[in-house]
């Protein structure tokens, strides 16, 4: 069903489609915009092109033809192979209309790498956003990720609608928002950790899941966040929003920003 969700003018392109890019992906098109993608695994585009969208065969190519390109990858090293390898994103900002095209930062990276890249695409004449997301997989398809953003503010305010109910603008330094990223999945890690120590006691004592999930709901801890686990817990469904090996990295990120 399609979002009532006016659509941009400008030319959207999607650099990733894991779990979170594939349904940013579909949000866009469901609201009309013109998307292109690309992603390292080719097969991974199809679904896409088969309900709208254009693939293009390298970033560079992605880049020549969109106006405004979001990228939603595994992590820091991923956006510096996406950015520097042959073919990729820096080299059509090279050769662009100076302050044309703007490149949007999803992907959770530490602040460093995020200054890096903001320096390159700057550099070349291009916008950069860094517009970290925070959410599960759900909210993702609600359009109601949290994203938190930093730098261009004129990028901000342009298609961002089919993407999150919810943005907020921090400020024009690049980092700031990679930071609140990071203690957010810090916060976010300790606090599933802890609920599932809480479950399994509950189940060892041979009490009801259900009924704790209850009394939880009532209590002053109670949050959106730890209701859906929870809830998971008790019907055994343990699908992730996150896989454990990025889960851990962005822990581990986290911990590094810790010893600054």
């Given amino acids: 069903m399609k979002k009532y969700i006016a659509p941009s003018s400008d030319k959207i392109g999607m650099i990733g489609l894991g779990m979170?890019?594939?349904?940013?992906?579909k949000n866009l098109l469901d609201s009309g915009h013109d998307v292109s993608v690309w992603n390292r695994?080719?097969?991974k585009c199809k679904q896409f092109v088969d309900i709208g969208a254009k693939q293009f065969l390298t970033p560079a190519e992605l880049v020549l033809n969109?106006?405004?390109i979001f990228c939603c990858v595994s992590g820091p090293k991923a956006v510096?192979?996406?950015?520097?390898?042959v073919d990729g994103?820096?080299?059509?900002?090279?050769?662009s209309e100076p302050r044309k095209k703007a490149y949007v930062e999803m992907t959770c990276i530490d602040s460093d790498t995020s200054r890096v890249i903001a320096e390159c695409i700057t550099k070349r004449g291009g916008r950069y956003l860094e517009a970290s997301i925070i959410g599960s997989i759900?909210?993702?398809e609600k359009s109601s990720l949290l994203m938190l953003a930093a730098e261009d503010r004129d990028t901000f305010v342009r298609c961002f609608a089919a993407i999150s109910k919810y943005r907020c603008y921090l400020s024009s330094d690049v980092g700031e928002a990679s930071k609140y990223t990071l203690?957010?999945?810090?916060?976010?890690?300790?606090a599933c950790v802890g609920l599932a120590e809480t479950m399994l006691v509950v189940e060892r004592l041979n009490l009801s899941k259900k009924s704790f999930l209850e009394y939880l709901k009532l209590s002053n801890i109670t949050c959106p966040f730890?209701?859906?686990k929870a809830q998971a817990m008790v019907m055994n469904n343990f699908s992730t929003d996150i896989s454990l090996k990025y889960q851990q990295q962005h822990l581990n990120m986290s911990l590094a920003l810790g010893s600054y």
């Fill in 138 to 140: 759900l909210l993702a």
């Fill in 89 to 95: 994103i820096l080299q059509r900002f090279e050769n």
């Fill in 20 to 25: 979170m890019g594939q349904r940013i992906i």
């Fill in 226 to 228: 730890y209701a859906e």
């Fill in 80 to 85: 510096k192979f996406v950015a520097s390898q």
């Fill in 66 to 68: 969109c106006d405004i």
């Fill in 183 to 190: 203690i957010q999945s810090m916060l976010t890690g300790t």
């Fill in 41 to 43: 695994t080719p097969e």
